[in-house]
């Protein structure tokens, strides 16, 4: 197995070119690489301003549209992968391989931002999804060092398949 992205337009202002997906699916394998995870499944949903904020409110309790929301299978953090990657015979599974979980990301709040910022939609848009990702696996940015270390990773990630600012 190898990493896969599974995923659905079910926003109706843009039409996902086929080419941003491949983008997509190649970041997903250099985020994976990166971080040592060759093995899972991440589903990705677009999705417009009025479904996001339901999901936001609904799972987060906050009352407002968002640019990326991300739904881990896994509990652990990052710390604890090494842990999550020990196998202790052939016949055991890798608890990590799967899905690693969902990914929705609001077409209408990522257009404005790539507006604001001054760059690509498809920038943007990969810049979400790798911060999804990174949110699977357990990575998050509650302080100024931890928000620090997520942007270097993504940035790096991005820089590797030319969607820079």
Do not use: C
């Amino acid at each position: 197995m190898s990493l896969q992205l599974d995923w659905s337009n079910e926003q109706q202002n843009l039409e996902i070119p086929e080419a941003w997906i491949a983008k997509l699916e190649q970041l997903l394998q250099l985020a994976g690489e990166a971080e040592g995870i060759v093995d899972g499944e991440v589903s990705l949903t677009f999705t417009n301003d009025e479904e996001i904020h339901q999901l936001n409110k609904e799972y987060r309790g906050i009352d407002r549209p968002t640019d990326v929301l991300s739904f881990a299978m896994q509990e652990d953090g990052v710390e604890e992968l090494d842990i999550i990657f020990e196998v202790e015979s052939e016949d055991e599974l890798d608890p990590i391989s799967g899905m690693l979980g969902d990914i929705i990301i609001s077409v209408e709040t990522a257009q404005a931002q790539s507006e604001e910022y001054g760059h690509s939609l498809e920038r943007e848009i990969g810049f979400l999804f790798v911060h999804g990702f990174l949110h699977l696996i357990g990575y998050d940015h509650q302080d100024d060092e931890t928000e620090a270390e997520m942007t270097a990773k993504q940035e790096a990630i991005l820089q590797q398949v030319g969607l820079t600012r």
